[in-house]
């Protein structure tokens, strides 16, 4: 992971943070969120990195990035590539730590943050800049309800619940509708075969 770069020249608690998250892998499966996500994903020497657009512009961006995306186009394609619930609940279980892995890098950067700031504070009351502690107390204060809003997101996301229930519940709708178009297309063909069957006799005896 990568380290933030925060707190410089800021006005008050609203002021978008530049910052980079970078997980060290090279897996090139990682898919992009992009359009419909507050995070862009690039590849930078081998590192997968996801980096904020829009939105508050600090870390929990990436979370809401993942909450918000739909899996569902995926799971219907890989209904279409094999149909055995057990495929189904692997990549589920694929997608699931993938997420809990970015909580708790999330995590870890917003509490290397609060310790950033701890000391900061100290420093800067020791020697009696107190506008500045007001300021850095702001940031603070927006870390810790971040750190909650997370802690509520993750559970609701373990649970399958609320609206952070929408990246697994996507994949399992778009699976089902391929199981079902599949069905649907299997059905056809028999009954086409059938009817062709049917009618075999009756031209035959046409024909003599």
Request: with cysteine; charged share 25%; glycine share 4%.
């Amino acid at each position: 992971m990568a380290f933030f770069g925060l707190f410089k020249s800021k006005k008050d608690e609203n002021t978008p943070i530049s910052f980079e998250l970078v997980s060290n892998t090279s897996d090139s499966s990682v898919e992009k969120i992009k359009d419909e996500a507050p995070v862009s994903e690039e590849n930078k020497s081998g590192n997968k990195s996801l980096t904020v657009s829009y939105a508050t512009g600090w870390p929990i961006d990436i979370i809401y990035g993942y909450l918000h995306k739909n899996y569902e186009s995926k799971g219907y394609e890989d209904a279409m590539l094999n149909s055995n619930l057990a495929f189904r609940d692997m990549n589920i279980n694929i997608i699931r730590n993938k997420i809990l892995m970015v909580f708790r890098e999330i995590n870890i950067n917003y509490n290397a943050m609060k310790q950033d700031l701890e000391t900061r504070i100290e420093t800067c009351n020791a020697v009696g800049l107190l506008t500045t502690v007001a300021d850095l107390n702001k940031q603070m204060a927006v870390i810790n309800t971040h750190k909650e809003e997370l802690s509520k997101l993750e559970q609701d996301f373990r649970n399958n619940t609320n609206e952070a229930s929408v990246p697994l519940m996507s994949y399992e709708c778009g699976f089902l509708r391929g199981i079902s178009t599949i069905a649907m297309a299997g059905s056809n063909k028999s009954q086409i075969e059938k009817n062709t069957i049917f009618q075999m006799p009756n031209t035959q005896s046409a024909a003599v």
